[in-house]
């Protein structure tokens, strides 16, 4: 049976590879994957590495993203297989924590789960969002795994690592201040016998996580000061932070049952039946599942008290409770809680009869609920493409870039004077977020393309709205 725990990861795998192949023939840069780059490209280097992206101080984040462009400038292929990386690194960290907590079946299966979390395919397809996700989560696992192995084996290198990569995943997204709440959490839980460490070493954990905790809050300090006087608010309201919780929570729940719920739709009768059920079932069994339950509560209403006290909030009330990227953000630590409440349970009577008469159909039973998962996140991701913004515009962005790109191209192969074009506005869908950029000059230089811009009635070209070089005078695609 050990053996066969590689099948649900090889499936996750797959389903992976999948999401990767996909994304890369159909998306694009869109949002403020543009204006990023043009800032990268007109601002010096230094400012840009420290500009906000979002309301956040994002130094790694805006590295990645720099070396990128200036590697393969507005190829998404590249930009989607660094995601991707950073996706396995994570599930790969996940796992090896699982591990170290116990060895079982359950973790690959755990992982697998993971990889094919519903949300997961839109973060490959805005790579923004996606890098300021996936790097996050992925040096949050490494983060996570080094601290329970220090409880496993006290080696004080561990924790030097689970330092520097809280560190390292505040370079990408400021919910990194979290992570000391993740790691205590699974350490709690983890069933790892720490009774005969010595006090010293429990004491450098405590304080290797006070010591992540308080750069988080200088962090949070210096990217709140950053924040223009505007943005420099929070949402105090009591009555909104309730109603916003109870909304985020029926929106998670419907993740977990592969299903992207609009506002006030409520997650299949079914699956809540389901999964009630089997928290009640557990936490009756063992104490430390229905630890793990009221952690994993705990910690999934402290990221959207976060979110839910944002300015963000206030600007957007309730657009906010369905940017679903938010929900995959959540799903690296409930995986790890979920292990402690699946380990817990195979100490029981139940668990242990299981494991001994009926471990195959058992096995099989649960490739078959992975396999349907897989294919319902699958469904659940195409329907959001085509009815969610900003992932329903990509299909017109990418066409439109890939137009304008290929004709200005062929402009600059002809040679001669450095072509004339009159100045305009590109789509609003390219770029929902970034109100300062908008011209097609400022395009032009993030793809790179030499032009002059000049009064109307002297210019040689336009573009239009399928993103085509067109003559100004004939309005004739050019190239």
């Known amino acids: 049976m050990r053996a066969l725990a590689i099948l649900p990861l090889v499936l996750g795998a797959f389903y992976t590879l999948g999401l990767l192949v996909f994304s890369a023939q159909v998306g694009t840069f869109i949002g403020d994957d543009l204006s990023t780059f043009y800032a990268l490209v007109t601002e010096p280097f230094g400012r840009y590495l420290t500009a906000l992206l979002g309301g956040q101080l994002v130094v790694l984040h805006r590295l990645v993203t720099y070396v990128l462009y200036r590697l393969a400038p507005m190829s998404f292929t590249p930009a989607v297989v660094v995601l991707v990386v950073f996706h396995l690194t994570a599930a790969f960290y996940l796992y090896r924590t699982l591990e170290t907590m116990r060895r079982s079946l359950v973790n690959a299966f755990l992982v697998a789960w993971y990889l094919m979390t519903v949300f997961v395919g839109i973060q490959l397809t805005w790579w923004s969002s996606g890098l300021t996700r996936m790097g996050y989560i992925a ?28 560190l390292l995943a505040f370079g990408f997204y400021a919910m990194a201040v979290l992570l000391p709440s993740y790691c205590f959490a699974v350490a709690l839980v983890s069933g790892i016998d720490t009774r005969s460490q010595s006090r010293e070493k429990r ?16 962090y949070s300090s210096v990217s709140w000061r950053l924040l223009p006087p505007a943005l420099r608010r929070t949402n105090a309201d009591v009555a909104f932070q309730l109603t916003f919780l109870r909304a985020c929570f029926r929106v998670f729940v419907g993740s977990l049952a592969d299903r992207a719920l609009r506002l006030g739709a409520s997650a299949p009768v079914w699956f809540v ?30 990221n959207f008290l976060v979110v839910g006290t944002s300015s963000r909030t206030l600007i957007w009330p309730t657009e906010t409770v369905v940017e679903y990227r938010h929900y995959f953000e ?20 139940e668990g242990r009869a299981l494991a001994a008469r009926a471990p195959l159909p058992a096995f099989v039973l649960a490739v078959v609920v992975l396999v349907l998962h897989g294919y319902s996140s699958a469904l659940t991701f195409r329907s959001l493409l085509r009815r969610t913004q900003p992932y329903s515009s990509i299909p017109s962005s990418r066409n439109y870039l890939t137009n304008l790109s290929s ?3 062929a402009l600059a192969a002809r040679g001669g004077d450095t072509p004339t074009f ?10 929902l977020l970034d109100f300062s950029f908008r011209h097609y000059s400022q395009l032009f230089q993030v793809l790179q393309s030499k032009a002059l811009f000049v009064a109307d009635e002297d210019a040689e070209y336009t573009v239009d709205v399928n993103g085509h070089v067109v003559s100004a005078r004939s309005q004739n695609v050019v190239p």
């Open 203 to 218: 004491l450098l954990r405590l304080c290797t996580l006070l010591a992540l905790l308080a750069c988080g809050a200088v």
């Open 139 to 166: 040096f949050g696992a490494i983060a996570i795994y080094h601290y329970v192995r220090h409880l496993r084996l006290g080696e004080n290198r561990d924790l030097v690592v689970t330092f520097v990569a809280g």
């Open 407 to 409: 004709d200005l191209r």
């Open 422 to 431: 009159t100045e305009g506005f590109f789509p609003p869908e390219l770029d």
């Open 273 to 302: 039946a389901v999964l009630s059920t089997f928290v009640v079932y557990s936490s009756v069994r063992s104490r430390r599942a229905l630890f793990a339950w009221a952690l994993g509560l705990l910690l999934v209403a402290l």
């Open 330 to 349: 959540l799903c690296f630590f409930i995986v790890l809680l979920g292990g402690a409440v699946f380990h817990s349970l195979a100490d029981t009577p």
